[in-house]
């Protein structure tokens, strides 16, 4: 009779680019323009169950540059991961989506960003480093906040 393995599982099945837009709204008379444009980056990160022990981890990055109050580019990029994991303790679980499933994704996503950036006839930007541990402890304090509703 065969025990039932209750090891912890935890496995990369596949990390993927899910989706990727460049938009450059005011090209070409933007692009003559001399100026430093401004840059905003935004991140997000989502965690859902696809299957029995199956789990898809997005991170999302947002790039807006702007010379003055015109657009140089946006770029959108959602890169994914699915990662088995099993047997893990429920607190154990939301750091592992939130922490170490996103560490991996990143550098794919700051990759994509960048080379998309430079194909669309752009200097690169280079996305910084991120710690995801520092975000996901700010998340769940904010989410443990009470709100209060005026």
């Given at each position: 009779?065969?025990?039932?393995?209750?090891?912890?599982?935890?496995q990369?099945?596949?990390?993927?680019?899910?989706d990727?837009s460049?938009?450059?709204?005011?090209?070409?008379?933007?692009?003559?323009?001399?100026?430093?444009?401004?840059?905003?980056?935004?991140?997000?990160?989502?965690?859902?169950?696809?299957?029995?022990?199956?789990?898809?981890v997005?991170?999302?990055?947002?790039?807006?540059?702007k010379i003055?109050d015109?657009?140089?580019?946006?770029?959108?990029?959602?890169q994914?991961?699915?990662?088995?994991?099993?047997?893990m303790?429920?607190?154990?679980?939301?750091?592992i989506?939130?922490?170490?499933?996103?560490?991996?994704?990143?550098?794919y996503?700051?990759?994509?960003?960048?080379?998309?950036?430079?194909?669309?006839?752009?200097?690169?930007?280079?996305?910084?480093?991120?710690?995801?541990?520092?975000?996901?402890?700010?998340?769940?304090?904010?989410?443990?906040?009470?709100?209060?509703?005026?």
């Amino acid at each position: 009779m065969a025990e039932a393995n209750l090891d912890p599982v935890f496995q990369i099945q596949r990390v993927y680019l899910k989706d990727v837009s460049l938009e450059q709204p005011n090209s070409p008379e933007i692009l003559l323009n001399q100026e430093q444009p401004g840059v905003d980056i935004q991140l997000g990160v989502d965690a859902k169950p696809v299957a029995d022990g199956m789990f898809e981890v997005t991170v999302t990055a947002t790039v807006h540059t702007k010379i003055a109050d015109k657009t140089v580019f946006l770029v959108e990029a959602k890169q994914a991961g699915i990662f088995e994991i099993r047997n893990m303790q429920t607190d154990q679980l939301g750091a592992i989506l939130g922490i170490a499933c996103p560490q991996i994704v990143y550098p794919y996503l700051r990759s994509n960003v960048a080379d998309v950036i430079q194909r669309g006839g752009f200097p690169p930007v280079h996305m910084a480093e991120i710690n995801f541990q520092a975000m996901y402890e700010q998340q769940q304090a904010e989410a443990a906040t009470p709100q209060i509703i005026v």
